[in-house]
């Protein structure tokens, strides 16, 4: 008898301690025949599902907040969409607010509609990092990332320019925006 009782006593705590892990009544009953080590790794198995949820969630969130926050400044769906998954310091770039000027009189003949002054760090091949700066300028008006995307487009990886770096290598995270100047 004392046996049955013993028996009892631990399918009752096996079936106790999988209800207070979280499985339902149906899957406790289930798993109260088993093992403790086989329950233990169940138990495992489901607190880490549950934390891959929630990292997957908040994930999700920060890729939405990006997403409207991206849409606020400007950038089409299509653009949105492509940089919602950018991490904190690339969102900061692509939503900085940038502050147009308008030009001296010396200079707004020689300027286009919209003129970005970038500034860029190369490093030649013993090492040295030097800062550069670049004007791109546009006939219409450019977000962060249109900026940054026609420098390297027609700036930095076209070939004809590749006697300017002297084999000096681009570093594409260091380029920034300095000035920006409307003659609109």
């Known amino acids: 008898m ?8 631990k399918l009752q705590a096996r079936y106790q ?6 499985f339902n009544s149906s899957k406790a009953n289930k798993m109260k025949h088993w093992s403790e080590a086989r329950i233990n ?8 599902a549950e ?3 929630k990292a997957r969630v908040k994930r999700n969130e920060q890729r939405r907040e990006n997403y409207r926050k991206l849409r606020e400044y400007g950038y089409t ?3 949105a969409r492509k940089y919602k998954s950018s991490g904190t310091e690339r969102m900061k770039f692509l939503t900085q ?3 147009y000027i308008p030009p001296n009189e010396m200079i707004k003949k020689f300027l286009s509609d919209y003129t970005y002054l970038l500034s860029y760090k190369t490093k030649d091949k013993d090492g ?3 800062e550069k700066f670049i004007y791109i300028t546009s006939t219409k008006k450019m977000n962060p990332a249109q900026i940054k995307q026609e420098a390297i487009e027609k700036v930095f990886e076209n ?4 006697s300017i770096y002297e084999g000096a290598a681009v570093l594409y995270h260091t380029i920034q925006i300095e000035r920006a100047f409307t003659n609109a």
Do not use: F, Q
């Open 17 to 22: 301690l999988a209800r207070a892990a979280g």
């Open 97 to 99: 607010d940038i502050k």
């Open 159 to 162: 070939e004809a320019n590749s």
């Open 128 to 130: 040295n990092i030097m």
């Open 41 to 48: 790794n169940a138990i495992k198995d489901k607190e880490k």
């Open 2 to 9: 004392s046996d049955k009782t013993t028996r009892g006593k």
């Open 51 to 53: 934390k891959a949820e």
């Open 77 to 79: 769906p299509n653009e």
